[in-house]
C-alpha cells in the first residue's frame, strides 16, 4: 500500500502562523508514523512553496519554526522525498473531478487512478482543510465512455492510518523479496529461474517494485480469462484497458527494435534445454525504466513464461 499527502489540502488555507505549525506537527508525526511500519509518506516536490497562509509561502512561514523542525520538514519536501510525481501514473489529459474541482495532476487523481488500477494508495490531508471526509468520491471522466467512481481513503489522523498499517503486509526491503512475492502469488504465471537476476545489483526502489507487482497481477489474472479456448468478456476488458491506446502497461516491441535487439529479445525456454523464446512483449515501469518481458500470446492452453524483470533492455 501507498500513503501521498493530499497536495491540494494545503492551499493557503491556515490563520496564522501557529495554526499551520499544529497541522505540520500532525502530519510530520504521521510520516514517522508510516516510516515506523516500513513505509513511506509520498509528497509532491511543489509543496514546499505552497500557499500557506494569505500573505505566506511555505518557505517564508517555516522560519517562524523552531531550527529542527525547519530541517526536518525541509528535508523531507525538497531533498529525500520520496515524491510521488518520480512514479505517476496518470496524465494531465485524464479529467478526474472530486468535490466539483478537477483533480488531475494532483495527489487525489494519482490516487484514484491507483485505485482504479488495483493498486492499495490512501491519502493524507492536512487539517483544517476542505478534505476533511473520507473515503472521498472520485470520478473519472473517461474520454467519452462511461464515467467511472472511486472512493479514496483519506487519512486525517494517525489512529486511522496505524490500523491500517498494522494490518497491511509488511512491505518489500528488496528485490529478493519482491521475487519471492511473485513466486508464491502469481500462481498462473511460469517464471524462468532467473527472471529477476537482471535486478540484482541496483538499488531497490519500492515504488517501482509496487509496479511490477500491478503489471504481474494483470498477466495472472489474464492467464485465467478464457473459455473454450476464447477470452472471456473480462479478459477482453483486461486486454482493452491494459493492452491498448498510448498508455498502455504491456506493449510489443516495434520492428525496427525487434532486428536490432534480436539477440537481447530472445531467451532460454524455461522448460525445454536447448530451446529459446523470442520475447518481444513487455510491461513497462517507467520510473526507473524496467520491463517485464514475457511469451506472448497469452492462451488458455499454453504457459505463460516471464523470462525478464530488469531495467530496459540495451545491446549486449
Request: hydrophobic fraction near 35%.
Given at each position: 500500500m501507498e500513503l501521498l499527502v493530499n497536495d491540494l489540502s494545503i492551499q493557503g488555507q491556515f490563520t496564522d502562523i501557529e495554526s499551520f505549525r499544529e497541522a505540520i506537527i500532525r502530519l510530520m508525526g504521521m510520516r514517522n508514523l508510516c516510516r515506523?511500519?516500513?513505509?513511506?509518506?509520498?509528497c509532491h516536490k511543489n509543496m514546499a512553496h505552497a500557499q500557506v497562509t494569505n500573505a505566506m509561502i511555505m518557505p517564508q512561514a517555516i522560519q517562524h519554526f523552531p531550527r529542527p523542525e525547519q530541517s526536518a520538514l525541509m528535508q523531507w519536501l525538497t531533498r529525500?522525498?520520496?515524491?510521488?510525481?518520480?512514479?505517476?501514473?496518470?496524465?494531465?489529459?485524464?479529467?478526474?473531478e472530486c468535490n466539483d474541482e478537477i483533480v488531475?495532476?494532483?495527489?487525489?487523481?494519482?490516487?484514484?487512478?491507483?485505485?482504479?488500477?488495483?493498486?492499495?494508495?490512501?491519502?493524507?490531508?492536512?487539517?483544517p482543510s476542505d478534505w476533511e471526509e473520507s473515503p472521498l468520491s472520485v470520478?473519472?471522466?473517461?474520454?467519452?465512455?462511461?464515467?467511472?467512481?472511486?472512493?479514496v481513503i483519506n487519512h486525517l489522523d494517525a489512529g486511522t492510518i496505524e490500523e491500517v498499517l498494522r494490518n497491511e503486509q509488511a512491505p518489500?526491503?528488496?528485490?529478493?523479496?519482491?521475487?519471492?512475492?511473485?513466486r508464491a502469488r502469481?500462481?498462473?504465471i511460469r517464471f524462468a529461474e532467473d527472471a529477476f537476476s537482471p535486478l540484482s545489483g541496483h538499488?531497490?526502489?519500492?515504488?517501482?517494485?509496487?509496479?511490477?507487482?500491478?503489471?504481474?497481477?494483470?498477466?495472472?489474472?489474464?492467464?485465467?480469462?478464457?473459455?473454450?479456448?476464447?477470452?472471456?468478456p473480462e479478459g477482453n476488458l483486461i486486454y482493452q484497458k491494459y493492452f491498448t491506446g498510448d498508455k498502455a502497461w504491456f506493449s510489443d516491441s516495434s520492428d525496427g527494435e525487434k532486428r536490432e535487439f534480436k539477440r537481447e529479445l530472445t531467451f532460454k525456454h524455461p522448460d525445454n534445454a536447448g530451446e529459446t523464446l523470442f520475447c518481444p512483449m513487455h510491461g513497462k515501469v517507467k520510473t526507473p525504466q524496467i520491463r517485464i518481458h514475457f511469451s506472448w500470446p497469452v492462451t488458455d492452453n499454453t504457459e505463460l513464461y516471464v523470462v525478464y524483470v530488469g531495467y530496459k533492455i540495451t545491446k549486449r
Open positions: 515506523k511500519f516500513g513505509h513511506e509518506l509520498y529525500n522525498g520520496p515524491y510521488w510525481e518520480d512514479y505517476q501514473e496518470h496524465g494531465s489529459d485524464d479529467y478526474f488531475t495532476d494532483s495527489a487525489v487523481g494519482e490516487a484514484a487512478y491507483r485505485c482504479f488500477h488495483a493498486g492499495m494508495c490512501q491519502l493524507v490531508s492536512m487539517i470520478w473519472w471522466r473517461d474520454n467519452g465512455d462511461v464515467d467511472k467512481q472511486v472512493g518489500l526491503e528488496s528485490w529478493v523479496q519482491l521475487e519471492a512475492t511473485c502469481f500462481i498462473n538499488p531497490f526502489v519500492p515504488g517501482a517494485a509496487q509496479r511490477i507487482i500491478e503489471r504481474l497481477d494483470i498477466l495472472d489474472r489474464l492467464k485465467t480469462c478464457f473459455h473454450g479456448g476464447t477470452r472471456t
